[in-house]
């Protein structure tokens, strides 16, 4: 199958960098499927996904949805076939969970159009897929982190994507909610056919739920395909500084660090 998200030839620099972040790589996102970009710290992950979101305009190359460019889409149209959920994102303490998962139609509805049947349907999927049914009427302000995470990802699956794009969506929460997050994210490709990436440091997590794996290093692309053939004691020293071994297990490759990589 094509391509539902790729990028080519692609250069993303932030105005006050001195040099590009990401320096003509091309990646091809298969759809359907769920992809984890992983990598050490700084080697490019989130800015990719903004990249890959149109949040970061390419200083070169180009993002194609559909094999559409991204940047000739209209802010309405995009928000429609494409959600982005970011490391921290904000909202005012009073706003209920279920209001916050309302904000994710308004692709849908004109501006002042009231709230429909399929906004309804979308909402209250949106409320039990992330398992935050039962605190539709709290406000965040009374969640704990993990509650306001799946909140927010709630928001994100009403807005009914084709593509998902997710920023660290387990990075701080405890066990509990991190399975959470990632059961929502597996229901949500295996029922409606998402295309879903996101950004991952536990690689034994990315190895478990994704269905392919892009790693990142210093800007560049490293490697790109399913868990089984990225994941090897070789790019584990190289990427990583990390000595390990990598076993085939029930749920995905197992990694065990044994230690930093002396190599290097």
């Known amino acids: 199958m094509a391509p539902k998200l790729e990028a080519t030839d692609l250069v993303l620099q932030y105005p006050s960098g001195d040099r590009p972040v990401i320096d003509g790589e091309s990646v091809a996102i298969a759809p359907g499927r769920v992809t984890a970009l992983v990598g050490p710290n700084g080697s490019g992950k989130s800015t990719l996904l903004r990249g890959l979101a149109d949040q970061l305009p390419p200083r070169a190359g180009q993002v194609l949805l559909d094999g559409r460019a991204v940047h000739r889409l209209g802010d309405r149209e995009l928000a429609r076939e494409l959600g982005l959920l970011e490391q921290e994102p904000s909202a005012p303490d009073g706003l209920t969970v279920e209001r916050l998962a ?3 139609r308004y692709p849908h509805r004109g501006r002042f159009d009231p709230v429909g049947d399929d906004d309804v349907r979308a909402v209250e999927r949106a409320l039990s897929l992330a ?3 039962d605190l539709r009427d709290r406000p965040l302000g009374d969640l704990s982190g993990g509650q306001r995470r799946l909140a927010w990802l709630a928001m994100a ?3 009914d994507p084709d593509v998902l794009l997710l ?3 387990t990075t701080f929460l405890d066990l509990r909610h991190q399975l959470a997050v990632m059961d929502a994210i597996e229901r949500r490709r295996d029922e409606a056919g998402t295309t879903v990436v996101l950004v991952l440091h536990d690689i034994e997590q ?3 739920y994704a269905d392919a794996m892009v790693v990142l290093s210093d800007g560049a692309v490293h490697a790109h395909g399913d868990p089984e053939s990225v994941l090897t004691p070789a790019m584990l020293a190289e990427v990583f500084g990390v000595e390990a071994t990598v076993e085939p297990g029930p749920h995905g490759p197992q990694v ?5 990589d002396g190599g290097g």
């Open 102 to 104: 309302y904000h994710g």
């Open 131 to 133: 398992g935050v049914d």
């Open 157 to 159: 699956l009403a807005q």
């Open 167 to 169: 920023d660290e969506p």
């Open 206 to 208: 990315a190895a478990r």
């Open 256 to 260: 065990v660090p044994l230690g930093p």
